[in-house]
């Protein structure tokens, strides 16, 4: 249980998807105008995330990564005696791109108000670097599918409170008097570089947890 | 490498069968005539239909059978297509545009103190009330302009004032909430007249905060009392009942009265050091106050009507007397054009 925990303070503050790996930086700067609209991309984004992680943990685990069975290095899901790892960037993007499409299909179906407010920025993370690179960092650090889900889940609130934090600041911003030269989006950036500095105060501290967290179970504390 | 292509094929079919199968079986039926109503809406989203956007709407005029002329942002047309289009006779609503109820420039009402922070209208009213002397008036920092999703309203950065042009604005009242002091309203497009100042204030107080401020002097309101009621000191036009009567205009002592909305508010000339005022007979010639001598010489040409007496044999006695006071206007206009002396009608400074 304390894994989960030390996995979303990771995910949302030390190692945040944004601020700390620069992933998804594009919607980052592109819908962060105003924070109505930002919150309808937060939203988006931890929806995919958190499925499309899902997705790939299980495409990662079932079809891609071989076993070794009696010293043959196998895929038992697909029977094949080959290694599929190197196909893992390809066919996560094709996951997460069926995906999107599918998850329209069916919150059309299943829930109006939530389609609709979803909108547009349901199909415009199809090709989101964030969820691609969670579903990368699932693979590399050797997620179980549930941590994976969590993962994802986890990196979609991080994203969501860069982007609420930095849109409800750019609104401040446009009503007040940077110098000329700094106006728009400049002036954005810096404020982006500086939220990044800010995020980097937390550096450490899922480690420090892990260890409190170990301590514990040891009888330490 | 095969391997590769077989994989990627095979999870390429079976994600798109998938995807394929959900769109056959859980696609959800919509009224197609919403959608095509939607595409003849504007798209602007503005909410002035009292709807929360257009896709709302279109579907309220299909399943509910609402008036398409409630959309402030279509013509007549495009209402008149939508109509026809679902089977309905088209009502139009009467165009709306927005009103700011003040003409109190910086100049009219000037600042009383240096407001530093956030450039806007809502954050500036909680630092001791804004700066503008008027308690009343336009704050001028834009909170309107920006709520405006047509660009309709212009703010003047230097005068400090908000004017709305009413070709762009379509009615549709977004700003009325944004403007802290309550002061834009919707006003028939067709009315002619209307009273920019917001200010209850009396008479002596008025006079001290705007150079344009209503001072409840009653005379439109006596003038036109059907539709000019008097609110606390503050003359208001009841704009069911708009004037027509473009004399009320010349009945203010302040000229706070406009004929039209805010594209044709004119503010006041900017005085500066060294200017120099013009005079009644400039304004006859139409030159500049420093206009040289020759340049009024042609003026003058240009101006003054030369008589034939073809002419005047066509005239009636009315007209000969108008023509007469006319040719003599001018000529005397002439006069005081060239005796004029520049450096006694210098504005001082402070002015």
């Known amino acids: 249980m304390e894994n989960y925990f030390v996995l979303l303070i990771g995910a949302v503050l030390v190692n945040n998807f944004v601020l700390a790996k620069f992933l998804g930086v594009c919607p980052f700067l592109g819908v962060s105008k105003n924070v109505k609209t930002a919150m309808g991309m937060s939203g988006a984004v931890i ?12 495409i990662h685990h079932y079809v891609l990564l071989p076993k070794e069975i009696g010293g043959v290095v196998v895929n038992p899901h697909v029977w094949v005696a080959i290694d599929l790892t190197y196909l893992r960037t390809i066919s996560f993007i094709l996951v997460i791109a069926s995906n999107v499409q599918l998850l329209e299909v069916v919150l059309q179906r299943l829930s109006q108000p939530l389609y609709q407010g979803l909108g ?3 199909p415009l993370i199809t090709t989101n670097c964030a969820v691609l690179g969670a579903a990368v960092i699932n693979a590399q650090k050797e997620h179980s599918i ?3 889900t969590w993962y994802g889940f986890a990196s979609g609130l991080g994203f969501a409170l860069a982007l609420i934090l930095f849109s409800s600041l750019r609104e401040r911003l446009d009503i007040g008097h940077p110098p000329k ?24 501290l899922d480690i420090g947890l892990k260890t409190f967290f170990n301590h514990i179970k040891q009888g330490l504390l | 490498m095969i391997e590769a292509v077989l994989f990627m094929a095979s999870t390429g079919m079976i994600l798109s069968t998938v995807i394929a199968l959900a769109n056959r079986f859980l696609a959800v039926e919509t009224d197609p005539r919403i959608e095509a109503v939607e595409e003849m809406l504007p798209g602007a989203n503005c909410g002035g239909c009292g709807y929360s956007g257009c896709p709302a709407f279109a579907k309220a005029i299909i399943e509910e059978s609402v008036e398409p002329g409630l959309c402030p942002v279509s013509s007549g047309d495009e209402a008149q297509r939508i109509a026809s289009y679902t089977g309905m006779e088209p009502v139009f609503s009467e165009p709306y545009v927005a009103l700011v109820k003040c003409c109190g420039d910086n100049t009219r009402s000037p600042e009383r103190a240096l407001y530093n922070g956030v450039n806007d209208c809502n954050a500036a009213i909680n630092v001791a009330g804004a700066t503008k002397s008027c308690q009343h008036g336009c704050l001028g920092l834009g909170s309107c302009s920006r709520a405006c999703p047509f ?4 703010i003047d950065e230097e005068l400090r004032i908000a004017i709305v042009h009413p070709n762009l604005c379509v009615g549709c009242g977004k700003c009325i909430e944004s403007c802290p002091r309550d002061m834009i309203t919707m006003v028939p497009k067709s009315a ?3 009273i920019l100042c917001n200010s209850p204030e009396k008479a002596p107080i008025q006079r001290k905060l ?25 003359a208001t036009i009841d704009y069911d009942n708009p004037p027509h009567d473009l004399s009320l205009v010349d009945t203010c002592p302040v000229d706070r009265i406009h004929t039209s909305l805010g594209i044709d508010y004119i503010p006041a000339p900017k005085k500066k050091k060294g200017a120099i005022k013009s005079l009644e007979c400039h304004k006859v010639l139409g030159v500049a106050p420093q206009a040289s001598e020759a340049e009024i010489n042609k003026a003058f040409a240009d101006k003054i009507v030369h008589y034939d007496i073809s002419l005047i044999i066509k005239m009636d006695e009315e007209e000969q007397k108008q023509a007469i006071m006319e040719s003599e206007k001018i000529s005397q206009a002439y006069k005081d054009c060239l005796a004029f002396d520049p450096s006694a009608h210098t504005v001082k400074e402070g002015q």
């Open chain 1, 120 to 122: 547009i920025f349901l």
């Open chain 1, 146 to 148: 549930i941590e994976s």
């Open chain 2, 192 to 194: 002619p007249i209307h």
């Open chain 1, 47 to 58: 929806f995919v995330m958190t499925i499309g992680s899902a997705l790939a943990a299980v």
């Open chain 1, 181 to 204: 030269s700094f106006q728009g989006v400049p002036i954005a950036l810096i404020t982006a570089g500086i939220a990044a500095m800010i995020f980097m105060g937390f550096s450490g």
């Open chain 2, 151 to 154: 660009n309709a309203i212009e």
């Open chain 2, 210 to 234: 705007c150079t344009r401020g209503c001072i409840g002097c009653q005379r439109c309101a006596r003038q036109a009392p059907e539709s000019i009621k008097m609110v606390n000191f503050l």
